[in-house]
């Protein structure tokens, strides 16, 4: 089927098997490769995207349930800030949040619509809104106070 989707502000449109995977179809026809396929069983996280401004885990959303709606990717979050970071991505970087960085693009847009829906979280708050995002570096400490960093809350352990 044919399925259009406006993917970082831009449409992307591409004839596609029906079963096709929103993950897929951003990695292989848009291109967008910083999202990543950790499990592709709905467990880790690595997948996730801003569909409509709600994250969701893109191994388990179909392409053609996207088909007509506006999706984020980490690649589109950069637009506008002073060194081409989102402030999520920044606060990672210097709290240092990430290790390998496989887990990270999930990390940060869980991180993006966690801040959206709660922008003064406690690290307990962080830690519930991310336990769907796994990073197996373990690097999880570092993970909260970068979101505890980018929501302008003083980071203290
Ligand atoms: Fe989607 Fe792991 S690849 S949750
Ligand atoms: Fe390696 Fe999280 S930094 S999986």
Known sequence: MKVSIEVNGRPVAEEVPDR????????DTA???GTN????TTSCGACTVL????SVKSCTVLAAQADGHAVTTVEGLSDGT?????PVQRAFREQHGLQCGFCTPGMIMASVSLLADNPKPTRDEVR?????????CTGYHNIVSAVIDASGQEVDG
Not at 51 to 54: A, R, T, V
Not at 82 to 86: A, P, R, S, T, V
Not at 128 to 133: K, R
């Open 128 to 136: 519930a809104g991310l336990e769907g995002n796994l990073c197996r």
């Open 82 to 86: 002073e060194d081409g970071l989102h």
């Open 20 to 27: 096709t995977l929103l993950v897929h179809f951003l990695r």
């Open 37 to 40: 396929i950790g499990c592709d």
């Open 51 to 54: 569909l409509d401004g709600e």
């Open 31 to 33: 291109g967008l490769t």
